[in-house]
């Protein structure tokens, strides 16, 4: 059986290849097409890709240089997220294009050559490399959701989507605690149709009263706030799982806003 942290390091790269190919050609002025998030363009969302994935490569590589990366967000806490994609989106297209490439690549070959035991620090608590790649999927898929929005392009959802609903389901607390809320004490159960049709990936006790059904892809779209709960058909079984569908999230840092109701 192929080894585990082999495949999410394989789904990463596959990700960013899939990113590549929708952004690769585009013409200069495309670079600066609005996204849904506030203030950022696709040079932006794709620069704010760049600055992290060299980020976890220093992580992986370098704790004395990941040591100063964290110095400079302790200085900037509200914003030093936004100044690194600024910084990158003033770059020209085809030099941030080839930056974010060398980012990948870069991080690829590290993430492959880390010891699989180890754990490396991170903007929050250490990181083992197989849930870094994990992370760095889940940050890829949706910045990229962010860029296809804005081009008016639909990705046709694959199974790496696994990696982004098992962030999501094990974030559940996170979403708690970071608007100062006590988290529920069971465990909630989570059963989630795959892109394709043919599986149902299920998390938590069976027989678990509070529940969430629905498609992968609509609970990962949730998850990463790419999506407002009213467009998307995932339900939920008992009101502690209601209001957690209402407050999720995979990602690290402040409470996002979310987007708004298509209607």
Known sequence: MPDPSSLV???LREEGQELDRLVGDLAPEEWTSPTPAKGWTVAHQIAHLEWTDQAALLALTDADGFARRIEEALAAPDDFVDQGAERGAALPPAELLARW???RTGLDAALAAADGTARFPWFGPP???ASMASARLMETWAHGQDVAD???V???PT???YHVARIGVRARDYAYAVRGLAAPA???RVELVSPDGTETWTYGPADAPQKVTGPALDFCLLVTQ????ADLAVTAEGAEADHWLDIAQAFAGPAGDGRAPRV
Do not use: P
């Open 9 to 11: 390091i394989a789904d």
């Open 186 to 188: 069971a465990e909630f």
């Open 127 to 129: 990181m083992k490399a």
């Open 150 to 152: 804005a081009l008016g």
């Open 101 to 103: 490439r060398r980012a």
């Open 159 to 161: 199974s790496r989507l």
């Open 226 to 229: 790419r999506a407002h709960r």
């Open 154 to 156: 639909t990705r046709k």
